[in-house]
């Protein structure tokens, strides 16, 4: 199974909206509705952010947003705050018991 | 507050074998889905393999670079998860994190262990 693509950077300044893509192909992003996105500081574990396309754990601000269209999920940050800036991992559901991430994007707050 | 605390990481060369354990608490190993998932020194998120609950079916399932390598296991009675990690190979250097999972992603994660394979 290859990794899915995101963007290795993306970058906004306080207050602004940033969206990050993670394209698949249709056996995974497109094939099911199990895309999640992980939130991770240097030096920490990751954090779940986001689940099965556009679901938001409690106490994940609703800054952050997902979806996803044809073989691409995208996260969204609105509101950019100075603790938004970490790495940023996609995930999905490949079928036949398998997942797969993509390779990461470093978010940077201006 | 579910917890997960793994162990048993360490420095090995080539070839050789090293358990991760993961201890869990806060909730019911019993009833949850389990995976393993690692990262490189600077590398992104790799996805190790994953075992169900014992009620639906006790079956692990891995990744195709570990697989025949890594076996997951759980001793529900410990709270306890497993890696056994043989034939061990410089690219499996990595953090490795455990995580409860379900429908295709990991809600909780530990802190993580570090494996070192080298010569």
């Known amino acids: 199974q290859s990794a899915l693509t995101q963007p290795p950077s993306a970058s906004g300044s306080p207050g602004q909206s940033v969206t990050i893509s993670c394209t698949g192909t249709s056996s995974d992003v497109g094939g099911y509705n199990y895309v999640s996105w992980y939130q991770q500081h240097p030096g920490k574990a990751p954090k779940l952010m986001i689940s099965?396309?556009?679901k938001r754990p409690s106490g994940v601000p609703d800054r952050f947003s997902g979806s996803k269209s044809g073989n691409t999920a995208s996260l969204t940050v609105s509101g950019l705050q100075a603790e938004d800036e970490a790495d940023y991992y996609c995930?999905?559901?490949?079928?036949?018991?398998?997942?797969?991430f993509g390779g990461g994007t470093k978010l940077t707050v201006l | 507050e579910v917890q997960l605390v793994e162990s048993g990481g360490g420095l090995v060369k080539p070839g050789e074998s090293l358990r991760l354990s993961c201890a869990a608490s806060?909730?019911?190993?019993?009833?949850?889905?389990m995976s393993w998932v690692r990262q490189a020194p600077g590398r992104g998120l790799e996805w190790v393999g994953r075992?169900?609950?014992?009620?639906?079916?006790?079956?692990?399932d891995y990744a195709a670079p570990v697989k025949g390598r890594f076996t997951i296991s759980r001793d529900d009675s410990q709270n306890t998860l497993f890696l056994q990690m043989n034939s061990l190979k410089t690219e499996d250097t990595a953090v490795y994190y455990c995580?409860?999972?379900?429908?295709?992603?990991?809600?909780?994660w530990g802190q993580g262990t570090l494996v070192i394979v080298s010569s």
């Open positions: 995930s999905s559901y490949a079928g036949s018991n398998i997942v797969v």
């Open positions: 075992i169900k609950s014992k009620t639906d079916g006790g079956t692990p």
């Open positions: 995580t409860t999972y379900t429908s295709g992603y990991s809600r909780d």
């Open positions: 806060g909730f019911i190993l019993n009833n949850a889905w």
């Open positions: 099965e396309v556009s």
